[in-house]
């Protein structure tokens, strides 16, 4: 099995007035979401972010030269609920290229995981003090416009910790080209 960075912390959205939308899906546009990204923290907007470009918003990074490659990735942002400080130091910690193709960015107050309806609620997690925290997911978007989303839950794994296999990059890689192949 592939090593895979855990997320503790990504994509800091702070943003007081979000609607809760039912679960993203495939043809949805990205939310309009203030993200925080570095610290101290710079506000972008997720949806004029993703504009005229291809990115992937997801939890963990592998691949990342394969996907710029193969599938003309412009960019893939790491999130998870936490803040701009933690997603830095841990970006640091990963020797991310700050001018890479790999960007952290933190959700501290949940903003963006709910909007998507990616909370983590299922009471095992609960129970144990992981409450407002991300599902394990990976999405697809061309141009802010969500063409593929794959999440790593199951009844018995609800964090996708044992099972992240749809949400890594081959699995990414394979339903980016199959996407770009379909439209062809």
């Not at 899906?25 to 990205?30: A, E, I």
């Not at 309806?117 to 003090?129: R, W």
């Amino acid at each position: 099995m592939m090593r895979f960075l855990r997320p503790l912390a990504l994509l800091v959205a702070i943003a007081s007035s979000v609607p809760l939308a039912a679960s993203v899906k495939v043809g949805d546009k990205l939310p309009s979401i203030d993200l925080h990204h570095g610290f101290p923290p710079k506000k972008i907007d997720l949806a004029s972010y993703a504009t005229n470009k291809a990115i992937i918003l997801v939890g963990l990074p592998e691949l990342q030269n394969t996907l710029k490659e193969k599938a003309g990735i412009d960019e893939i942002i790491i999130y998870c609920v936490n803040d701009g400080a933690v997603m830095k130091a841990w970006a640091e910690d990963q020797m991310i290229d700050p001018n890479g193709i790999i960007q952290f960015m933190g959700d501290p107050e949940g903003a963006l995981t709910r909007s998507l309806d990616m909370e983590l609620i299922h009471p095992g997690p609960h129970s144990v003090g992981i409450i407002g925290r991300c599902k394990r997911f990976a999405l697809y978007a061309v141009n802010g416009e969500v063409k593929y989303l794959a999440v790593s839950e199951r009844d018995d794994d609800p964090a996708g910790d044992d099972y992240p296999e749809d949400t890594l990059a081959e699995a990414m890689l394979d339903a980016i080209l199959k996407h770009k192949y379909d439209e062809l």
